[in-house]
């Protein structure tokens, strides 16, 4: 326990953590230019807020993640409801969030590891095709068996 130490007390001792300090946030890059004998410097800056480079005042992406992390939390709450309250609304309400939250998912898995205009066109149209599989499927279980929350129920019975 004696190991840890607030960030604020060590800033006001006069002391810069690390990660911090300003000669690791910027690096000089040397560039060699075609008709020039002598390189010149360049320096790219890191920085380490959002506010920083987020010049377009866009709240899409910070809309999304909170609404990640709502379903997320959802889907928390409607696991126990479901198990205690089957009912059709809870089937279908089951199967929009899980798609929805496999989507999003799956959707993030993609954005990191998919490179190239006709790969990343390509992995989105089969991810919508997925999601739209997983979505109808979910629903002609729920419409022609015993729905989502009793077959759950019947697998914890037995």
Not at 21 to 34: D, E, N, W, Y
Not at 91 to 113: E, K
Request: charged share 10%.
């Amino acid at each position: 326990m004696a190991a840890i130490v607030r960030l604020s007390s060590v800033c006001r001792r006069g002391v810069k953590p690390l990660w911090y300090q300003s000669t690791l946030l910027s690096r000089p890059l040397v560039v060699p230019h075609k008709n020039q004998e002598q390189p010149y410097l360049l320096t790219a800056r890191i920085h380490a807020s959002q506010a920083l480079y987020a010049g377009s005042g866009s709240k899409a992406a910070s809309l999304h993640w909170t609404a990640e992390r709502v379903l997320s939390i959802l889907l928390l709450a409607m696991g126990p409801v479901a198990y205690f309250n089957p009912s059709p609304v809870m089937d279908y309400s089951l199967a929009a969030a899980l798609t929805l939250h496999g989507h999003w998912g799956i959707g993030q898995v993609l954005t990191d590891y998919v490179h190239g205009d006709a790969k990343v066109k390509m992995a989105n149209a089969g991810l919508f095709l997925l999601s739209t599989v997983t979505f109808a499927g979910l629903c002609y279980f729920n419409y022609n068996d015993v729905g989502i929350c009793k077959a759950i129920a019947l697998l914890w019975s037995k």
